[in-house]
Every structure is written in structure tokens, then in C-alpha cells.
């Protein structure tokens, strides 16, 4: 906050939790209840440690009081091949990484975890949808510049950006890859970043996650 400026929150995403179809859970509901009954059984997979998927299952795992084990990726895609492959049952990753094997049945979609559906998802239900309101994690990217740029630089730099992620090739290229486009105002950006720095300080220290490890 004190070395960045914003322009816009330009597109946001979510994150997918998805499990190998070998895990007998066909709802939410139905994983929490089984790994209540097995703890310290099932881990999950992220695409490597602070990445939205990894603070979504945290928060999951914080929120529900759950006995679940991280396994870091150093990709989403290393991550969803390993639930493919039956060495990791759950994984939290984004929508770009597990559309395609979901699509093939090669993994089952429980929920995403953003505030509305994905529209790369529209069958699969929010985890609000699916009982559990407080477990909320949107994967945004936003337009930051140094502190102290210039108002009409950042005015400019806005506008030309809401432009662009607005053309219909670019909301077409971007809803393949499960993102859609937001691009807001400078004031509601900053405003987000506030919200969400100090969300996941908290799911932070509450994991001991550190960036070395």
C-alpha cells in the first residue's frame, strides 16, 4: 500500500476445488464429513505455498477445523497432475489449470470459491451455494503503478485498460482461460486491497505460512 498506487482491479477468477474421482465425496459436505472421519489421511494440492489456491484450502482447512496436509506444487498444472494421478486426492487451484480435466472426467469439480460462479464452471456450485459462506477466496489481478505516478498517468492508464479487457476478443480469449473482466475505479481497487491484505494476513500467520518455504 505504501510503495504502489492502483489503477484497476482489471479481471479476477477463482479457485476450483476439485478431487480424484476415487474419493468417495460427491458434495462439500460430503469431503468435510470424510475428512473429519479420516484424520490426517487426506492432503490436498496447490500450485506451491501462497498462491490463491493455497490460501483458499487454508482457509478452508482454518474454518472447518479440518486435519489436512499441503503438498506444493511449483505449478497448478504439476498440482492437478498429481490429483490425476491419484497421489494427491484434493487440489485448490485455478479454473485454467482443471477445466480440461474436469471436462474429460478425470477429476470432479465440488465448488469454486469465489463470490458467483465461473463462467468456465457454470454447473459447479459457490461454496456459499454449497453451505459454507465464510470460505470465499476471488483470484483477481490488478493494475498497480509506483507510489507517487502522476493522477493523470494513472487516469489514462485506467481508462485505456477498461477499454481493453471490455473488446470481445479479449473477454472471449479471457473466459477460456475462467477469468472475467472487472476493471474498476482507482478508489474501489485500493479498497479491495485493503479488504483482502488484511483477510489473508490473518489465514497467514493462523498457518504459519512464510514465503522461504
Request: glycine share 6%; with cysteine; aromatic share 4%.
Amino acid at each position: 500500500m505504501k510503495d504502489f498506487d492502483p489503477v484497476t482491479l482489471a479481471v479476477a477468477t477463482t479457485v476450483v476445488l476439485t478431487i480424484n474421482p476415487s474419493v468417495p465425496a460427491q458434495t462439500v459436505k460430503e469431503l468435510v464429513a470424510l475428512v473429519k472421519a479420516n484424520p490426517g489421511k487426506y492432503n490436498y494440492a496447490s500450485g506451491g505455498v501462497g498462491t490463491p489456491g493455497h490460501l483458499a484450502a487454508e482457509l478452508f482447512r482454518q474454518s472447518l477445523g479440518l486435519d489436512l496436509v499441503h503438498v506444493p506444487f511449483n505449478s497448478a498444472g504439476l498440482a492437478i497432475g498429481s490429483v490425476v494421478a491419484g497421489h494427491t486426492p484434493i487440489s485448490f487451484v485455478a479454473p485454467v489449470a482443471a477445466v480440461p480435466q474436469v471436462r474429460e472426467g478425470k477429476l470432479r469439480t465440488l465448488a469454486v470459491t469465489s463470490k458467483m460462479r465461473s463462467l468456465a464452471l457454470p454447473d459447479v456450485p459457490t461454496m456459499a451455494e454449497a453451505s459454507y459462506p465464510d470460505i470465499e477466496c476471488d483470484n483477481w489481478l490488478a493494475v498497480l503503478v509506483p507510489a507517487g505516478t502522476p493522477g493523470d498517468i494513472i487516469t489514462l492508464l485506467n481508462r485505456e485498460t477498461v477499454k481493453i479487457v471490455a473488446l470481445p476478443d479479449v473477454k472471449e480469449r479471457l473466459a477460456k482461460l475462467g477469468f472475467e473482466p472487472v476493471a474498476n475505479s482507482p478508489d474501489a481497487c485500493a479498497a479491495l486491497l485493503r479488504t483482502e491484505i488484511a483477510k489473508w494476513a490473518k489465514v497467514i500467520r493462523a498457518a504459519g505460512i512464510r514465503a522461504d518455504r
